[in-house]
């Protein structure tokens, strides 16, 4: 099983929907969580970071974390072509290393 | 404000040549510093991490080697390219106390033909 496991997509939802990105761990012991936006080419970009059980907004990005399920999710409202690149889910575990999934594309059609 | 220099943008070497890739930050003291290597479709991949000057951990065996001669300064090496060392390899940081929050350089996409 792999430490961290993201669907690869492409994940396809047209402008104004919801787009829901899905990530699940390995190490129950794992405290910190963060999801990385990354454009095509380019390096990632930290958008979310969670800590806690629950929901955490920052604009029309929700970061939720179920830590009994070992399943963290990040919800784009409203989503915008621009929101188009892949999404990766970083899991600090035990050992206190970041541990990232292989992404989740996202495309937003106009 | 903290900021991270990685550069060639690109580079383009062949099979069994050397490289040097250099990474450096500032705005911030003993950062921890990172080298990721991303290949096509895949995800990252730690190669090397450093807490502190002359202080190197190696996660993956390869032709690859790391060196921190200053604080704030991080050098990716290799003595002979692979086919296979092709990827975007990615210099990262994040505060001394550990592996929280990492910030990334811009990248060096490297082909080796």
């Known amino acids: 099983q792999k430490e961290v496991e993201q669907n690869s997509g492409p994940l396809s939802v047209p402008e104004g929907a919801i787009a829901s990105l899905n990530c699940t761990y390995s190490?129950?012991?794992?405290?910190?969580f963060f999801w990385y936006r990354q454009y095509s080419g380019k390096s990632p970009e930290l958008i979310m970071s969670?800590?806690?059980?629950g929901d955490k907004e920052d604009g029309r990005f929700t970061a939720q974390l179920n830590k009994a399920s070992q399943y963290v999710s990040l919800l784009i409202r409203d989503s915008q072509p621009s929101d188009s690149a892949t999404y990766l889910c970083?899991?600090?575990?035990?050992?206190?290393?970041?541990?990232f999934g292989q992404g989740t594309e996202l495309s937003v059609k106009p | 404000s903290q900021t991270i220099h990685q550069w060639p943008a690109t580079l383009v070497q062949p099979v069994g040549s050397p490289l040097s890739l250099e990474c450096t930050v500032e705005?911030?003291?003993?950062?921890?510093l990172y080298w990721y290597r991303q290949a096509a479709g895949r995800g990252l991949q730690l190669l090397f991490y450093?807490?502190?000057?002359?202080?190197i951990s190696s996660e993956v065996p390869q032709n690859l080697s790391a060196s921190r001669p200053q604080d704030r300064q991080f050098i990716l090496s290799s003595k002979k390219l692979l086919l296979s060392d092709s990827g975007f390899y990615l210099c990262?940081?994040?505060?001394?106390?550990?592996?929280?929050?990492?910030?990334f350089g811009s990248g060096t996409q490297l082909s080796v033909l």
């Open positions: 190490d129950r012991g794992s405290q910190s």
């Open positions: 970083a899991v600090n575990n035990q050992g206190g290393k970041l541990i």
């Open positions: 990262a940081w994040s505060v001394p106390r550990g592996w929280e929050k990492l910030f």
């Open positions: 969670i800590y806690s059980n």
């Open positions: 705005g911030t003291s003993n950062p921890n």
């Open positions: 450093s807490v502190g000057i002359g202080q």
